[in-house]
């Protein structure tokens, strides 16, 4: 029998929610606080330049097997470009380029690596190093890392201070928006483990060619088909929680009336919509204050000529991790600049972040040395993900009740901070969709993760 089930955000995970009930005969009603989908995956109309801007660069891997799933169901997979090199400046040089070869993984970027000038040998042997004891390592190794911090592992595996600085950090940075220090080890060895060494498709990097933004419609079109709805500009202020069950949704223009429950809204939103008395029947609830957040800041620069020669490129060792080649309009180059774990950024005026990313930017590209960009717009995200910080997972509740402690049958939690064991991305927020959407209708479910080639399997890196 078909049953309507209310989903509250209308990100990628409550996107991806939606349409595995509708898929599974469902109605699903998702309630969407804003005038558009795709949450913080998404793009907004920039007043200043006329242009539909995403509100920052947002990448995938080709590990994220459950994203790729979701753009097929809504038929958007050929928007995502693949690019299976990645660019790192080494000024006054041109950039070194880190590309698979035919050597089976973990060997297959030996070559490239091997080549790179930004290291010198002896920063080599103990990135080499690093990598075997991770591979090493394994899974199981991995999990019970969970808890301490990664640069605990750098130090014990003697990475010297350029390889941490040049090779490491920037990976873990952008992977899990803070830096190694900060970042639980299991979760930038995931990264490693899963995102490099153990095939050469998962570190193929994935770029939308079309505003994030338009990737969504389809999932339009798919949730109405179902017979669901899309209540957009409409707020969920409270979950009504009858003492046993959820039975429906107050938003700031009426009730919701529905069968089940997902959330998909980040935690401290989360928490506004529960009552005392329903924290209290579920212990999923019990602390979603206490999830920290990292923030994220993007630049939009354009200028009057090109300034870049590859699509993208890593700055190691610069504030400024990434730079972005966009599709630029009217003859302009359209350059995104990606500061992750960007606390130190959040209170600077717009003029002073601009002037210290165009120094990064001078630092690697020649062609920016004495040009202003002729328009720019820099977005904070303060909020951008949790923060991936030792001990997380403790505070990362799973979609369904603990069957021990017990909770409220009809709830069922998404985002991409619930336990989904992966960092704060959109792979892990599809991940979360369809697992609080399976665990609701009874179908469906999480898309197998790339399997480990067979060398990799074999020296550990088993599934
Ligand atoms: C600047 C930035 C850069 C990033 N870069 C990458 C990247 O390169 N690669 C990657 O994989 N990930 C990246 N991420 C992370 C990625 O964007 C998120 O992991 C993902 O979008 C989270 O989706 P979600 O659906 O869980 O949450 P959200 O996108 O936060 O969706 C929640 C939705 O709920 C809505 N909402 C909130 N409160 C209410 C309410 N009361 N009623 C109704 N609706 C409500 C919100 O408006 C929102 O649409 C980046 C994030 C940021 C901010």
Same mark, same amino acid.
């Given at each position: ?316 060792? +610069? =504030? #400024? ?13 359209? &350059?995104?600049?990606? !500061? %992750? $774990? ?40 303060? +909020? =951008? #993900? ?13 979609? &369904?009740?603990?069957? !021990? %402690? $017990? ?57």
């Amino acid at each position: 029998m078909s049953r309507s089930v209310a989903i509250v955000g209308g990100g990628i995970a409550g996107l991806a929610a939606a349409l595995r009930v509708a898929e599974a005969g469902h109605r699903p009603i998702v309630i969407e606080t804003r005038g558009k989908l795709g949450g913080r995956a998404t793009s907004f109309e920039d007043a200043r330049t006329g242009l539909v801007l995403d509100n920052c660069q947002h990448v995938l891997m080709g590990c994220c097997t459950n994203l790729i799933d979701f753009y097929a169901r809504l038929g958007v997979g050929e928007a995502i470009e693949w690019h299976d090199t990645t660019f790192w400046a080494n000024p006054p040089m041109d950039p070194d380029r880190m590309s698979p070869s035919w050597w089976p993984a973990p060997g297959h970027f030996s070559g490239s690596f091997l080549r790179m000038r930004m290291l010198s040998l002896r920063d080599k042997l103990a990135v080499a190093r690093g990598m075997w004891a991770l591979i090493r390592l394994g899974r199981d190794g991995r999990a019970a890392w969970s808890g301490r911090d990664f640069a605990a592992f750098l130090a014990q595996t003697g990475q010297t201070p350029a390889a941490i600085e040049r090779f490491w950090e920037p990976v873990v940075v952008s992977a899990c928006n803070v830096p190694s220090a900060s970042c639980d080890a299991a979760y930038a060895m995931k990264v490693f483990q899963d995102g490099f060494l153990q095939d050469a498709w998962s570190p193929c990097m994935g770029i939308s060619t079309v505003p994030l933004a338009r990737l969504y419609d389809p999932a339009r079109e798919a949730i109405l088909h179902a017979g669901g709805e899309l209540l957009e500009s409409t707020s969920a202020v409270a979950l009504n929680y009858d003492g046993r069950r959820i039975s429906g949704v107050t938003t700031d223009e009426g009730v919701v009336e529905c069968s089940a429950v997902i959330t998909s809204v980040p935690p401290d939103r989360l928490a506004k919509l529960c009552s005392d008395t329903l924290r209290k029947a579920d212990a999923r609830l019990a602390r979603l204050e206490e999830v920290p957040f990292s923030p994220i800041l993007g630049v939009h620069l354009f200028f009057d000529h090109p300034v870049m020669d590859t699509p993208h490129l890593v700055l190691p060792g +610069r =504030a #400024t991790q990434w730079l972005f080649r966009k599709p630029g309009e009217d003859g302009r180059e359209h &350059v995104h600049a990606v !500061i %992750s $774990g960007a606390d130190a950024w959040m209170a600077l005026d717009e003029a002073t972040i601009v002037e210290r990313v165009l120094d990064d930017m001078a630092w690697a590209l020649p062609r920016v040395r004495g040009l202003a960009p002729v328009a720019v717009r820099a977005v904070k995200e303060k +909020r =951008a #993900t949790f923060g991936c910080v030792p001990g997380i997972d403790r505070l990362r509740p799973k979609a &369904v009740p603990d069957p !021990i %402690s $017990g909770g409220i049958p009809n709830l069922f939690l998404a985002g991409d901070w619930t336990a989904t064991g992966w960092p704060a991305t959109m792979e892990g927020a599809v991940r979360s969709g369809y697992a609080a959407a399976a665990a609701c209708t009874g179908q469906g479910g999480i898309v197998a993760d790339v399997p480990p080639g067979r060398v990799a399997a074999w020296l550990g890196l088993r599934a």
